[in-house]
């Protein structure tokens, strides 16, 4: 069925208005936060991300390093350009 291909969202990323990440949370994280609580406060702004010329075998390494579901692939401005699923890295890294 499509629903199982179908990637499931388990980030959400701020993006200033130039379109520089700025952070990362956890949906669910989101989801439980107190709503009078500012995203700048619980967001996790130490990024970890890949760009362009990134390799799969160094998209390999830090999905091996950290255990995250999918990486931000960002460009030379720091600008969000895409989101590297960890399942498409391992399905090509076999």
Do not use: C, W
């Not at 994280?29 to 890949?50: F, G, K």
């Amino acid at each position: 069925s499509r629903a199982k291909k179908a990637d499931v969202v388990v980030y959400v990323y701020a993006v200033g208005e130039d379109g520089k990440l700025l952070g990362v949370m956890d949906i669910k994280e989101l989801l439980r936060a107190d709503p009078s609580e500012r995203l700048a406060d619980q967001m996790t702004t130490n990024l970890v991300t890949l760009t362009a010329e990134s390799t799969i075998k160094e998209a390999a390494k830090l999905f091996a390093r950290y255990s995250f579901r999918a990486i931000p692939v960002v460009d030379d401005r720091e600008a969000i350009i895409g989101v590297v699923p960890y399942r498409d890295v391992m399905e090509l890294k076999h």
